[in-house]
């Protein structure tokens, strides 16, 4: 800041500004159209047709759209041949580490989860330095398979269960990490694996945060045009640690911190059994998974396999699974009665583990929602609590996020640019 | 829009656009700095001296700066005439009606709190209207006594213990309403009294949210040039009720459908007393006023009178007053716990009853906050938990946005539109 005149300079900055800025207007039409010509982009955007077909020219040249070989009728002005976002070129990894699995997956521009893959293994013994070594090598064979699709991820997003902030992940209870620099880590053991390759940069974050993004922007349902989508929810993931992230009019709600959302430690019983925490009592001890399957009589260390024959049980009609449920249920309800009247949010995501037991847990923790929440907008069976959709993880928010960076902005990864 | 070319039409909505702006960016400057010099505002906001100039001529002719009688050395450049923000003319008006009083104050242009009226009354008895007339009478009271300052409040702001959206207060455990169109009664109601004025606009907020926002603006300690004023916090208001409020980054989180902050009925014992919003086991009976009367052995109608005498034993060392405050806070500890886990804030600010009995409070509070925050931010007496600021309740905050209002734009309130 200074005391010269300040009119000149923006005014000068402002036409390559307004380009850039256009090309992404242009892109993320396109990309939420799924299918555009340039006359319905001008439409849309309020540019005139030259200025949409100089902006589409670049972005084809630059590799983020490409043509489609038929010409869409039906619209008004001339028909024109139709747009879409390419399926090659620039992409998003997602990489979500978790206590007893490893998911890498490869997203295309237009959001496709298009390679997958995923790792069963306990990650409870190692080092986490070991642990994010292997992470690096699953994501390594995907950046092959991505390659062989003409897909080059621009960055990389890993998905913790635990406390991230500054690339560190502070602190993971049930990992058992502390402290750790993950992002420099991973990144290392990244760009020792594929020593031809530019080095991808890494960024972390909480896996029930990009769990959360993935609902935002792929969950709702594909029938109905998405009006049933919500844009203010609580998102929880049930695995072995309860996780939690709130969005709110679209927006990942943070904190101070980057803390925000940590559901599973949220106080049932002040006096109740140990949790991993350091703490008495908290939400994980009763409806995170050990819990749930220790109450049920099943192996607490079954894992997936155990919440299979739960969920099998429950099924059958099995009593003790049933009374499990309903209990587990009533205390998640309780739990989140307080955290919707603290924070109002439209609806309650049940993700992870909790997305397939929703049938036999819901109704008690509607109960309480109805009974607790003082603005009386819940009631039983409204759809306010309801399972999440099964067409996000964590591991596609993580890769998504990269992609939204590349539609926010596209020019840095212009073709030429990319590795 | 449409697709004619949108080049032309920001560049000519730009220069009124950015003349309204830079007289609000002024106006603002000398606000925040409390008194300043042309050459200081220039300087500060990086416009020329003579812009800044003809700005201030505006600003002084329209009614919302004044000259200063003596001149500023010290300064860089030629000392100049000081200029304040006018102590005259646009004012905020904010009416706090709770359950057992109301308070009406004038806030000039600088914030500061030039009328206020409180009276003590049970709210409880009465309709809705004729609350709300009463309460017109008290802020016809303190608007005769800032038209005597030559004080012109532009618009009134009513701070209320419940759930308000869209001008209507949802529901008010404590008060026993529900579905009272607030703002329109109490615009009525005024308007009747004063029929030679033009009709003031009302709006209306939930007063923990009015009374957090006086503390973002007005709290912190004035000694220490700001340095420990916290934008990201937990605002707790005890009176009969516990009313909430979530401050992240200097915004106040208002959730879906403006409800967010209850966290007066978190449920702390789903198995507890019943409670008045029809729940069982609320914060509300375990740390609310009535129950902290009740549980030291005081009468729990005697409000802040039965408050006072809870203080006065305490400071005297009286076992059961201590044991009462001390159970309260831990209660209040372990829900606010859960909070901090979930919204990741700065600090938490006890307002309300609970500001003065704070000392006897938060030792237990801050123990299981240090015991359950997973962050690890959380210990014993590092201030994160606190007593809120003394200079400014719910009434201040609400008078303090209608004047934050005229600050960001102050060109419709200019001296020949007020009334």
Chains 1, 2 share one sequence.
Not at 44 to 64: E, H, K, N, P, Y
Not at 66 to 72: D, H, V
Not at 330 to 355: C, E, I, K, T, Y
Request: hydrophobic share 45%.
């Amino acid at each position: 800041m200074n005391s010269s005149d300040p009119s000149a300079t923006p005014l000068k900055a402002d036409k390559a500004t307004v380009r850039r800025h256009n090309l992404s207007l242009v892109l993320r039409t396109v990309h939420s159209e799924g299918e555009a010509t340039r006359a319905g982009v001008a439409g849309r955007v309020g540019l005139t047709r030259a200025a949409v077909s100089s902006l589409v020219d670049q972005l084809i040249a630059d590799g983020f759209l490409t043509e489609w070989g038929k010409t869409l009728s039906g619209q008004v002005g001339r028909p024109g041949t139709a747009l879409k976002v390419a399926r090659t070129g620039p992409a998003g990894l997602g990489i979500e580490i978790n206590i007893d699995y490893v998911t890498v997956c490869v997203v295309d521009l237009a959001g496709t989860d298009r390679v997958r893959l995923v790792e069963r293994k306990d990650n409870r013994g190692a080092a986490p330095s070991t642990v994010l070594a292997q992470a690096a090598q699953i994501a390594a064979r995907a950046l092959e398979s991505a390659a062989e699709q003409e897909l080059h991820p621009v960055a990389a997003e890993l998905a913790l269960p635990g406390l991230v902030s500054g690339g560190t992940m502070r602190q993971a209870p049930n990992l058992g990490w502390s402290r750790v620099p993950v992002e420099g880590l991973f990144a290392q053991a990244l760009t020792a694996l594929r020593p031809a390759h530019r080095a991808l940069p890494v960024s972390a974050d909480n896996e029930a945060n990009l769990a959360a993004m993935a609902e935002l922007w792929f969950g709702g349902c594909a029938g109905d045009g998405g009006r049933d989508r919500v844009n203010s929810f609580i998102y929880l993931t049930g695995e072995i640690g309860i996780g939690g992230a709130l969005v709110l009019n679209g927006q990942l709600l943070r904190g101070a911190h980057g803390f925000a959302g940590e559901i599973g430690h949220v106080v049932v019983d002040p006096d109740g059994p140990d949790c991993r925490c350091g703490a008495r009592g908290c939400l994980e001890q009763y409806a995170g998974q050990a819990a749930l399957l220790r109450a049920a009589g099943l192996d607490e260390a079954a894992g997936a396999a155990g919440i299979d024959e739960l969920e099998t049980r429950a099924r059958a009609g099995d009593d003790r699974a049933l009374s499990t449920l309903e209990s587990a249920g009533r205390r998640l309800g309780q739990v989140l009665s307080g955290a919707v009247n603290l924070v109002d949010p439209d609806a309650v995501m049940l993700g992870g583990v909790f997305r397939r037991l929703t049938p036999w847990m819901a109704p008690a923790a509607d109960e309480e929602l109805t009974g607790r929440v003082v603005s009386g907008l819940w009631s039983p069976g409204n759809g306010r609590l309801r399972a999440s959709s099964s067409s996000g993880d964590a591991a596609r928010g993580a890769a998504a996020r990269v992609v939204r960076e590349v539609l926010a902005d596209p020019a840095p990864y212009a073709k030429h640019r990319v590795v």
